[in-house]
């Protein structure tokens, strides 16, 4: 058989390797009459694993499921672990995966939807000759637009995506502060890095704090008459501000510079335009709910006015 370019991890049992008739025949229409000539159509090159043929530590399976162009997972078999192995796919990549499903199966984390049409899962009859005809078609389609462009079935990686990361930029005078707006961060669901959890002993401090803010996007900077003079607050700043400068010169994921102020210290002449969520004159939910609706780049809920009292009397009207 002549095989293409790009692989296509298949999790479908061995029908020489269970004692289940049913299954047995699942596997052998899967394989014959639709993974095979879906890949051989679309220039895929089929690698059948079973996750039980590796051992609990052996990290060859989770490269496999990681790395391969395409996978193909048979849901109906009902297996736990080919139910890990979508997640761990999830997980770790959103290149396309294709699961198989018997009417009536509700296969866990896979339902994406386009529209009014399913993505990523379809249902198939093995006793049925059409529904295998379907599956095959459904496949090398699925196959053919993996070779162009491939969208996203990774429900996992969409949720970590959409949960924003922040890097916090502060003086260890203000450290309690930073501690607890951390805590309220992480506990809604962001990605905060912090220099005592991510710095790492031996490596060029300026080349790590660089790490840490092109890859959080957002750097909040807690700005205080402590940490106004701080050496290495200040150099998180101007590398902050540089990197910010780079990112809209290259037209790349932005780079923002927040100013979260714990009391009236002036910012920096430098950054005296910089709106500033000014948190010393707000109780500390507010201040966080504040970060948070910054962090996300939204828009405040508008202020609810009453209107009741301007019904005689207009509110520009003077007394």
């Given at each position: 058989?002549?095989?293409?370019?790009?692989?296509?991890?298949?999790?479908?049992?061995?029908?020489?390797?269970?004692r289940?008739?049913?299954?047995?025949?699942?596997?052998?229409?899967?394989?014959?009459?639709?993974?095979?000539?879906?890949?051989?159509r679309?220039?895929?090159n089929?690698?059948f694993i079973?996750?039980?043929?590796y051992?609990?530590?052996?990290k060859?399976?989770?490269?496999?499921?990681a790395?391969?162009?395409?996978?193909?997972?048979?849901?109906?078999?009902?297996?736990?672990?080919?139910?890990?192995?979508?997640?761990?796919?999830?997980?770790?990549?959103?290149k396309?995966?294709?699961?198989?499903?018997?009417?009536?199966?509700r296969p866990?984390?896979?339902?994406?939807?386009?529209?009014?049409?399913?993505?990523?899962?379809?249902?198939?009859?093995?006793d049925?000759?059409?529904?295998?005809?379907?599956?095959?078609?459904w496949?090398?389609?699925?196959?053919?637009?993996?070779?162009?462009y491939?969208?996203?079935?990774?429900?996992v990686?969409?949720?970590l995506?959409?949960?924003?990361?922040?890097?916090?930029?502060?003086?260890?005078?203000?450290?309690?502060?930073?501690?607890?707006?951390?805590?309220?961060?992480?506990?809604?669901?962001?990605?905060?890095?912090i220099?005592?959890?991510?710095?790492?002993a031996?490596?060029?401090?300026?080349?790590?704090?660089?790490?840490?803010?092109?890859?959080?996007?957002?750097?909040?900077?807690?700005?205080?008459?402590?940490?106004?003079?701080?050496?290495?607050?200040?150099?998180?700043?101007?590398?902050?501000?540089e990197?910010?400068?780079?990112?809209?010169?290259?037209?790349?994921?932005?780079?923002?510079?927040?100013?979260?102020r714990?009391d009236?210290?002036?910012?920096?002449?430098e950054?005296?335009?910089?709106?500033?969520i000014?948190?010393?004159?707000?109780?500390?939910?507010?201040?966080?709910?504040?970060l948070?609706?910054?962090?996300?780049?939204?828009?405040?809920?508008p202020?609810?006015?009453?209107?009741?009292a301007?019904?005689?009397?207009?509110?520009?009207?003077?007394?």
């Amino acid at each position: 058989m002549e095989t293409g370019e790009r692989t296509c991890v298949v999790l479908v049992r061995d029908p020489g390797h269970t004692r289940d008739p049913k299954v047995a025949k699942h596997s052998m229409l899967l394989r014959e009459k639709v993974i095979y000539p879906s890949a051989l159509r679309s220039g895929f090159n089929c690698t059948f694993i079973d996750p039980r043929d590796y051992g609990r530590d052996d990290k060859r399976v989770f490269e496999i499921i990681a790395h391969a162009d395409a996978m193909v997972v048979d849901t109906s078999e009902r297996s736990s672990d080919y139910t890990h192995s979508i997640g761990v796919r999830h997980a770790l990549t959103d290149k396309p995966t294709f699961l198989f499903a018997e009417t009536g199966d509700r296969p866990f984390d896979i339902f994406i939807f386009s529209g009014d049409k399913r993505r990523g899962v379809h249902y198939i009859d093995f006793d049925d000759e059409n529904s295998l005809v379907e599956a095959e078609e459904w496949l090398t389609t699925g196959l053919h637009q993996a070779l162009v462009y491939h969208p996203s079935y990774s429900p996992v990686r969409m949720a970590l995506e959409d949960a924003p990361r922040v890097f916090l930029s502060y003086a260890h005078t203000d450290r309690e502060t930073v501690a607890a707006v951390d805590q309220w961060l992480r506990d809604r669901g962001a990605r905060a890095d912090i220099d005592e959890r991510e710095l790492i002993a031996g490596r060029d401090i300026r080349d790590e704090i660089l790490r840490l803010i092109n890859r959080a996007g957002k750097v909040v900077c807690f700005y205080s008459a402590g940490s106004s003079d701080r050496y290495y607050t200040n150099l998180e700043r101007r590398l902050t501000e540089e990197a910010e400068r780079l990112s809209q010169e290259r037209g790349a994921k932005r780079v923002l510079l927040i100013y979260f102020r714990l009391d009236d210290t002036p910012l920096p002449p430098e950054s005296t335009h910089r709106l500033a969520i000014n948190a010393w004159i707000m109780g500390f939910e507010e201040a966080c709910e504040e970060l948070w609706r910054h962090l996300l780049e939204r828009a405040a809920e508008p202020r609810r006015v009453s209107l009741a009292a301007y019904r005689f009397r207009a509110p520009w009207a003077k007394s």
